[in-house]
Every structure is written in structure tokens, then in C-alpha cells.
């Protein structure tokens, strides 16, 4: 069974400019959820899609946004993009709520 | 706010000797906990799991020891091997939170051959 796939694996930008991710979740995982891994602040929720609609939200600006489609896929977008907003971004697809999350290997967003 | 606290931010351990790695939360509406395995360059990768109903739960070298009322849970790897270096995460989740998970800050393991 593929596990979560996550593209780009890595991404060089500069400011200002915006950015897409993509994920794919395991096969008949309706949930996605998103997180920026940093070494200050560690792993935190972006948000979730499930059926593709938003369930929930993290504290993070609105240039953060993202979307699900009918397949369970998931891209995330930021735009305006800033210094701060270099980090590793995993997706983690599950069955549902509250279940095992499993993770992709993340995209390595580099801000220059 | 940290919801979930994780102790010790890095450990080293003996070939054989035994791992422990401690978390606290405080929001008695977490009801799912998760302990995940990321290796440098790779995403968190789910190791073992337990809900508050029971109080330890074993799979192979991996046990969590879980104590509701203290709101503690630990993860022990017994027989600790050079394979097991890397950074472990506790986790907590809620029903009705939108698949929400709050992370502890993580532990860097190192074991010693």
C-alpha cells in the first residue's frame, strides 16, 4: 500500500513570490491534514481537510491556504511568501477523526 | 501555549538499556496518544499509540505507559538499539477538534553502540 506522497520535495523561493504544495494520501484516507516542522517551534497544525472541507484551522495567517479535492488530494498554498516561512511541510492523511495520522516525507520549503 | 510538555529534549542511552521518554498535557479532552519516529529527512513516522481506557499498551520493544489522573503518558524502549537514534514525538489529540494533533517538542535519542 503507497504511503503518503508529498511534491516537491524541495522548493527555493524568494520573497514575495508564492508557492504551491501537493499531497497525496493513502488510498481511501478521506482527512488530510497539514503541519510546519521548524526547529524553534516544532510541529504545528496548520489545518485539515476532510471530504474537501475545512475542519479546522491552526493560528496561522491567512496567506496560508489550502483546498481538497474529490480524490482526497490536497494542495497547500502560501502566498507572499516571507523569511519565516521556510520550514518542512508534512501532510498527514487519515481514515478520519481522531485516528492514526501518517505522515508524508514533507516538501523543504527554503525562503531566500 | 505548549499543550502537550515533553522531557528530556535529548537522551543517551547504552546499547541494551532501556529509553524513557516522559509527556504532560493538561486539557483532559485529549483521548487519543500518539508516539511518532521521524528520522533526519523523513516525515514523522507513527510508532505506537494508546487512548485513556487502558493504562499500557506493548508492541515488541515499544510500551506506553499511560496515567490518567497524573495526565502523563511515557513511551519506554526496552533493549535500546543504534537503529532507534533519532527524534521521538509525543502527540495528543480530541474528539471534535478536526483531526487537530498538538506535539510535544521532541526528544533526540542517541544510543551508544
Known amino acids: 500500500k503507497a504511503g503518503v506522497t508529498q511534491t516537491p520535495r524541495y522548493l527555493i523561493k524568494t520573497r514575495g513570490q508564492q508557492v504551491t504544495l501537493s499531497c497525496s494520501p493513502i488510498?481511501?484516507?478521506?482527512?488530510v491534514s497539514w503541519y510546519q516542522q521548524t526547529p524553534g517551534q516544532g510541529l504545528q497544525f496548520l489545518f485539515e481537510y476532510f471530504s474537501e472541507t475545512q475542519r479546522n484551522k491552526g493560528n496561522f495567517p491567512g496567506r496560508f491556504s489550502g483546498r481538497q479535492f474529490s480524490n482526497s488530494r490536497s494542495e497547500m498554498n502560501v502566498s507572499t511568501l516571507e523569511l519565516g516561512d521556510s520550514a518542512l511541510y508534512l501532510c498527514a492523511s487519515s481514515f478520519g477523526q481522531n485516528q492514526p495520522q501518517h505522515f508524508g516525507d514533507g516538501t523543504r520549503l527554503s525562503i531566500l | 501555549q505548549q499543550q502537550v510538555k515533553q522531557s528530556p529534549q535529548s537522551l543517551i542511552v547504552q546499547k541494551g538499556g532501556i529509553s524513557i521518554i516522559n509527556c504532560a498535557y493538561e486539557?483532559?479532552?485529549?483521548?487519543?496518544f500518539p508516539w511518532y519516529q521521524q528520522f533526519p529527512g523523513k516525515g514523522p513516522a507513527l510508532l505506537i499509540a494508546?487512548?485513556?481506557?487502558?493504562s499500557e499498551k506493548k508492541e515488541g520493544r515499544f510500551t506506553i505507559s499511560f496515567n490518567k489522573s497524573a495526565k502523563q503518558f511515557s513511551l519506554h524502549i526496552m533493549d535500546s538499539q543504534p537503529g532507534d537514534s533519532a527524534t521521538y514525538f509525543c502527540?495528543?489529540?480530541?474528539?471534535?477538534?478536526?483531526?487537530?494533533?498538538?506535539f510535544g517538542t521532541g526528544t533526540s535519542l542517541t544510543v551508544i553502540p
Open positions: 494508546i487512548r485513556p481506557d487502558v
Open positions: 486539557n483532559t479532552a485529549f483521548d487519543y
Open positions: 502527540a495528543a489529540s480530541m474528539r471534535g477538534s478536526g483531526n487537530q494533533f498538538y
Open positions: 488510498s481511501g484516507h478521506r482527512s
